[in-house]
């Protein structure tokens, strides 16, 4: 069975702070890992996939097969960062699994 | 514009009702999903089809009812509206190895 957890619903913090919103995920195959943003009111987003490795807008996020996690990390946190982060989980099938999300607040 | 379009984006209904949500994407994806966000923010996968047939069917009420008649398309039907049926319904296509594309959401409300 696929499962996502995000320990965090809410997660606060400060302009210019460092910020890691994390992701645990259960899969007994090899997963594909993504992080979604969902700003208010609007469509959710794909912010990374574990496979591109990439940097989108200073986030970054690893996968790490031994603790089976995809913490999403940010060295400096911006308001405009403030926002619902989904991780979500794609196994075998198309299915894509989310994680409860954590509603980030970056203050000024 | 390529993307996943739903309309409408808000729908006011009474209880009993029976009412569609319309989606489309342009993006050439194979595989189509429908989503549900309840109050809490929650997301989870109702339908997903691929190249029009069934392949994910979560434990949704039977009056729910996808129909997809294209590729291109996935509507949800559905009948005999409740007041717990009240949430966002995203549409999104995917295809791997891509990561899945959402629309913007119809916000229905059940009164």
């Known amino acids: 069975a696929q499962r996502v957890t995000q320990p965090e619903k809410l997660l606060s913090v400060f302009k210019g702070a460092p910020v890691e919103l994390k992701c645990n995920y259960s899969y007994s195959g090899s997963p594909e890992l993504f992080w979604y943003v969902q700003y208010s009111r609007q469509r959710l987003q794909l912010l990374l996939r574990h496979i591109s490795r990439e940097s989108i807008k200073g986030f970054t996020a690893d996968l790490n097969k031994g603790e089976t996690s995809f913490h999403l990390k940010k060295p400096f946190a911006q308001e405009e960062d403030s926002a619902m982060y989904y991780c979500?989980?794609?196994?075998?099938?198309?299915?894509?699994?989310f994680g409860k999300g954590t509603k980030l607040t970056v203050n000024p | 514009d390529t993307a996943v379009s739903q309309t409408p984006k808000y729908l006011v209904t009474q209880m009993g009702n029976d009412k569609s949500i319309k989606c489309e994407q342009n993006?050439?994806?194979?595989?189509m999903y429908w989503y549900k966000q309840d109050s809490k923010k929650f997301l989870k996968i109702m339908f997903s089809?691929?190249?029009?047939?069934?392949?994910i069917n979560e434990t949704v009420p039977n009056r729910f009812s996808p129909k997809s008649p294209d590729k291109a398309h996935l509507n949800l039907h559905i009948n005999s509206l409740e007041l717990g049926d009240s949430a966002v319904y995203f549409c999104?296509?995917?295809?791997?190895?891509?990561?899945?594309?959402f629309g913007p959401g119809t916000r229905l409300t059940v009164l």
């Open positions: 999104a296509s995917s295809q791997p190895p891509l990561g899945v594309f």
């Open positions: 089809y691929n190249n029009k047939e069934l392949i």
């Open positions: 993006l050439g994806h194979d595989t």
């Open positions: 979500a989980l794609r196994g075998g099938s198309e299915k894509l699994v």
